[in-house]
């Protein structure tokens, strides 16, 4: 049972003939029935645990041969993506070129990964648990727990597991993970014993049983439905063969409702299925990984340049080969002799090879590094900045992001209650006010009001590092009047060493029926004294008295609480405070109340103060969010707080700002505004929305994911937006995958978070996606500088070998001398320009957004301007270079002769001018300053120079193999002089406004929205091969349809037997609404248990339901669409949306009908 480990990074479920084997091992109680258990909650759960076991103590006994290993496995894998183009010549060099991209790609991905991987372990194996195995309490790591262990579960644990409360002494869990809702959930073995992965506890202690681990837990579930599950799946797609047999038998067993083990994590297979089947499977078990933007438009830009390339190197060869041929033997009129042969095939051996040169110099090699380097660079420095990158082109889309939807506790605020605002014997302090400031008795009185009436788990300790806030520990509101007292340079403790707890003499908790909490302490004289704090608007008119100034009681009349609403609390809500009442009430030793009659005693009250709390704005938050807004990026902030405090915060951060049009929605406004009658989401709707929208206030998790589908999904305004999305629940794992870019909190997120995030912030601060923000257009920018240089020495390097041998046949520049420009340049050219470090000005533009090129037409003047200085510099040479420094010329050069000095002079200053060029290319917008910032980059500096030495040894002693013959002083400096040139021609295209160049064209743009619309189109939908899609025969849809009919009657029985795993595309569930429209959610037994969705939403759903079915368009995913009202009975359930075709296909049609 519990051989699954409860690893948070993969689940390793043993092979088939283990996990029978606890069956014949003699346990009570099967897999299937502990999942159904766990998905009950409350009374429910409680009566099934007595139906069937009798009670806890009965389920224990059935578990008792509980296994006491478990099998945890964390892999570290490498994934490469080595891509390299090359065209063969001087194999070794290309070669080297190309394993240097692998290797370099590869490594970083794996050191990326280890480096994640390497941050996970260490936190799952600092995590241990308590748990009590033959009678001694244990410490275990949580991989180690297994199902029937009786673990201890006190103040502060994150439950690793699922299991039921033995014993519980007023524990109170906080399930908001799972289900959204911020209110703790108080459990006890006799009204809700369920206790649930994933999920904390907030007060008291208790013991329970482990009833699921691993995949099996709730937050394993979810793990599941995310695709984690996906590596499982494949490795027993491999050993499908041997399995066969034993998966027939499992069916079955499934049907039986006992082997339902067997089916774990198994996709299901129809045994008639056939190979088409088959294949389709697999074809719908593989993500579809997309393309980030920037991969997009450098794919494109590649392709259009080795077309172009191709096109140059077979034009060249044709002349070559046309020019020798009629030179030869036309116009020199010789005949083709046997003895000549040779001579005659080497002449063409050198054309080709010519001509692969030209294709060679035409491809960018050095592309693919250039990414791979700033990126791997970008992700190391990162790193640096608290951002952990998960996966790589997250960080370049970052750069392009128009929209953040932010948390608000913990990523906006500091997630620290704070007493802000006080009001003290009659005076309103904005700030916490000086000791001095305070009659003695105010500050006695208040300091025991607090110190006593909270709960004593409730302390502020030290922090744990130098410089860091001291921690909180307990009720968040209480740590807030705790550290008042702190800032008031007052102490807690020696006022609850004088009053331990057991000296209370009678307390009243807090609940939300009351909303105070009243503690009564016996005073020296026998009388009594109670203290009490609350919402100051219930509180207040329990009043009668108010201390003074002095410290001494003054009436407080119902006419002085209004007074004080107005004067006090009003002003404090309005800066987003909540407001609490601290008051207390004498009792003689005389008289001593009937302390059942809680009203009669908590009234006559003399209040002592009222504080204003906050979770406080983190102070850097309002400049990044100032900064965002400058970048041209739109912040909304998405929060299940309620409106008032939202706006307020909002309006603090600078995402609304006064005299602006905009809107703040709660979750149910915005739900009413964007679904039709039919309660379904229309996209036209959202658009209406999303634009002005910038606070969504008490949001489900549904509304999020919606919110971020809309965005994503809307085709308004010029440019479509990409969206970051930041959350650190389990249940913000549906919108941190469907972003763009998926910011999980380092701290405070669940590990259900981290892994359907992108990056994770190791400090869950806002500026660090600044940071982030930064990094990407860095990289964006590194990409083009490295493009503006590349390129411009492509089109010259093209140029010059296809004139030259269209003229001289024969190629100015050699094969080798290629490579060397080519491959070492390029390389070292993309590790300069990509190791830029950003700057601030990156944040002064807009986004370039998703259909924005890569080489914008200030680029393309740049390419072609300095192309033209260079091809006058490098024909001047090559036709009266010898006549200006009076050498032998090297034009038509027979075959085999000795290097030229001509030819090496334009070789050198070839590369001179590449190398003052690549200090051009480190400005794309036009700047007139190249050598802002050089010396902050010690990279660039150091291959510059680098290159520039190399280039000395290969002229001057490179001799045959580089074709090169050395050269004096006086023709080096004229080299270098035509280089410096450069520098001044940069300055005089920089002159020339681009405005004026209507010619221009840009180039690199993103794949067209008609490309989109495919990829879009297979996103969460099944894709229909291509081969079938040109068919389209009746027969193979005549067989898919019966097929698929009975396949699915198999799903739903096996949906019935509670079995999640046997979906067959975990990934096609990307959209919350698509949770709703899967099966198992709609078997009505289950409805209330999605831990996804808040309960509202499945009342909603379940009286959608039960509607008639109206003609759905299907826009949007919606939770109603055709295929939900398809899985009620039967044969009908032909359409159920697991298998859902593409709506309006022959296909759908043909289903629809059967």
């Known amino acids: ?75 570290a894998g490498a994934e490469d993506e080595g891509e390299a183009e090359a065209g063969w ?35 799952e194996q600092e995590q241990k648990f308590t748990v009590i195995r033959n009678g001694q309490l244990l410490q275990v790591p949580v991989a180690a727990l297994v199902v029937g262990d009786i673990a201890q579960v006190k103040y502060g644990d994150l439950l690793p597991a699922d299991g039921v409360l033995i014993q519980g002494n007023d524990l109170k869990i906080d399930e908001s993970s799972l289900t959204g809702e911020s209110d703790h959930v108080r459990k006890s073995a006799d009204k809700d014993p369920m206790l649930l992965s994933g999920t904390h506890v907030m007060e008291g202690s208790g013991r329970m049983v482990v009833t699921a681990v691993g995949v099996n837990s709730q937050t394993g579930i979810i793990f599941t439905l995310l695709g984690a599950g996906g590596e499982e799946e494949e490795k027993k797609e491999k050993k499908g063969k041997q399995q066969d047999g034993a998966m027939e038998s499992s069916q079955t067993k499934a049907k039986k409702q006992d082997g339902a083990v067997a089916m774990e994590m198994q996709p299901l297979k129809s045994a008639e299925g056939g190979e088409m089947e088959e294949r389709e499977k697999k074809k719908a078990n593989v993500p579809k990984k997309e393309k980030s933007v920037l991969q997009g438009k450098l794919t494109k830009l590649a392709v259009q340049i080795g077309k172009a390339g191709l096109v140059m190197s077979a034009i060249t060869v044709i002349i070559l080969v046309l020019y020798f041929v009629i030179e030869t033997f036309v116009v020199g009129g010789r005949a083709w002799l046997a003895e000549c042969t040779p001579v005659y095939v080497q002449y063409f051996v050198k054309f080709f090879i010519i001509g692969v040169t030209v294709l060679v110099v035409a491809v960018p090699e050095g592309l693919p590094l250039a990414v791979t380097i700033s990126l791997a660079y970008s992700v190391k420095k990162m790193m640096r900045d608290n951002n952990l990158v998960r996966h790589l082109d997250a960080c370049e889309t970052m750069g392009n992001a128009t929209a953040i939807c932010s948390d608000k506790t913990g990523t906006l605020t500091t997630n620290r209650m704070t007493v802000v605002q006080s009001y003290l014997g009659d005076t309103h302090y904005k700030e916490v006010p000086a000791p001095s400031a305070l009659t003695p008795k105010i500050l006695d009185l208040l300091v025991h009001a607090i110190s006593i009436n909270s709960a004593y788990t409730t302390k502020i300790l030290p922090p744990e590092k130098e410089g860091a806030l001291p921690r909180q520990v307990g009720n968040k509101t209480e740590c807030a009047l705790l550290g008042f007292v702190l800032d008031l340079k007052q102490d807690f403790q020696p006022v609850r060493e004088q009053i331990p707890e057991d000296k209370l003499y009678k307390v009243y908790t807090f609940n939300s029926v009351r909303k105070s909490m009243s503690t009564v302490i016996r005073m020296p004289d026998g009388g009594f004294r109670l203290f009490s704090k609350g919402a100051s608007e219930i509180l207040l008119k329990k009043c009668t008295n108010i201390l003074n100034s002095n410290g001494e009681l003054r009436s407080f009349r119902p006419r002085d609480r209004d007074d004080m609403v107005k004067k006090v609390i009003e002003p404090m809500a309005c800066d987003g405070l909540r407001t609490i009442c601290i008051a207390y009430r004498d009792f003689s030793a005389a008289q001593e109340p009937d302390w059942d009659n809680e009203n009669e005693v908590v009234g006559d009250l003399t209040c002592i103060a009222v504080v204003g709390i906050e979770d406080p704005v983190r102070p850097e938050v309002p400049e990044a969010i100032r900064k965002c807004q400058r970048a041209g990026i739109t912040v909304r902030m998405v929060t299940g707080d309620n409106i008032n405090t939202a706006r307020a915060i909002a309006a603090k951060c600078g995402i609304i700002q006064p005299g602006e049009d905009f809107l703040c929605l709660e979750g149910k406004e915005f739900n009413r505004r964007i679904r039709n009658e039919k309660g379904e989401i229309e996209q036209e709707r959202l658009d209406k929305v999303w634009p002005k929208l910038r606070v969504l206030a008490r949001s489900s998790p549904t509304d999020k994911h919606t919110l971020v589908k809309g965005i994503i999904d809307s085709n308004t305004g010029e440019q479509r937006q990409v969206v970051a999305v930041t959350g650190d629940g389990t249940n913000d794992g549906p919108a941190l995958k469907k972003a763009d870019v998926g910011f999980a909190m380092g701290i405070a997120g669940t590990d259900v978070a981290k892994e359907a995030s992108d990056i994770i912030l190791t400090d869950d601060n806002f500026t660090s996606i600044v940071k982030a923000v930064m990094w990407g257009r860095n990289v964006y920018d590194s990409i083009s500088k490295f493009l503006q240089f590349q390129l411009t020495v492509n089109v010259v390097a093209v140029i010059v070998a296809f004139t030259g041998a269209c003229i001289t046949q024969d190629s100015p520049l050699k094969a080798v001398q290629m490579l060397w420009v080519n491959l070492i340049m390029d390389t070292f ?137 050395p050269l004096s002083t006086e023709q080096w400096l004229w080299c270098l002089f035509v280089g410096v040139g450069e520098l001044v021609w940069g300055q005089v295209i920089a002159t020339i406004p681009t405005s004026q160049l209507k010619c221009l064209k840009e180039a690199g743009h993103g794949p067209g929205k008609d490309e989109m619309t495919d990829e879009e189109l297979a996103e969460g939908e099944e894709e229909i091969d291509h081969a079938e899609r040109e068919l389209r025969r009746g027969q193979i849809l005549w067989f898919r349809g019966l097929n698929r009919i009975q396949t699915q009657i198999r799903v739903v029985k096996a949906f019935r037997s509670s079995l999640y795993e046997g979906l067959e595309k975990p990934e096609s569930k990307t959209s919350i609404h698509n949770f709703m429209a899967t099966p198992e959610f709609l078997i009505n037994d289950y409805t209330h248990n999605i831990p996804l969705i808040d309960d509202t939403d499945v009342d909603e759903n379940e009286e959608r339901l039960r509607a008639p079915p109206p003609p759905s368009p299907n826009q949007n995913n919606n939770a109603i669409d055709s295929g939900v009202y398809l899985t009620t009975r039967g044969t009908k359930s032909a359409t159920s949306s697991v298998f859902s075709s593409r709506p309006g296909s022959p296909l759908h049609s043909v289903e629809t009908s059967l």
């Open 1 to 75: 049972m519990g051989d699954v480990a409860n690893s948070s990074i993969e689940f390793h479920p043993k092979p088939q003939q283990q996990r029978e084997a606890p069956h014949a091992g003699g346990f009570g109680c099967t897999l299937a029935e502990l999942r159904s258990l766990m998905e009950l909650r409350g009374a429910e759960a409680l009566q099934k645990v007595q139906e069937t076991y009798g009670d806890v103590g009965g389920l224990c006994r059935r578990l008792k041969t509980s296994p006491t290993e478990a099998c945890g496995n964390v892999s």
């Open 89 to 123: 010549i001087e194999g070794a060099a290309i070669l080297l070129s190309v394993i240097c991209v692998v290797l370099v790609t590869a490594f970083n991905d794996w050191s990326k990964e280890k480096q994640f991987r390497g941050l996970q372990s260490r936190i």
């Open 829 to 965: 050219a993309s590790l300069a320009l990509a190791t830029e470090p950003p700057t601030e000005s990156l944040l002064l533009r807009k986004p370039y957004g998703r259909d924005k090129p890569l080489i914008s037409r200030t680029m393309m003047k740049s390419i072609l301007g300095h192309a033209v200085y260079q091809l006058t510099i490098i024909f001047t040479l090559l036709f009266v270079g010898e006549l200006f420094f009076d050498i032998d010329s090297g034009r038509n050069a027979p075959l085999h002769s000795p290097p030229s000095e001509h030819y090496t002079i334009i070789f050198n200053t070839f590369v001179m001018m590449q190398l003052f060029n690549e200090i051009n290319a480190r400005k794309i917008h036009g700047e007139r300053n190249v050598f802002h910032g050089i010396f902050s980059n010690p990279i660039f500096c150091t291959i510059v120079l680098g290159t520039f030495a190399i280039q000395i040894v290969i002229v001057q002693f490179g001799g045959k193999p580089f074709s090169c013959s």
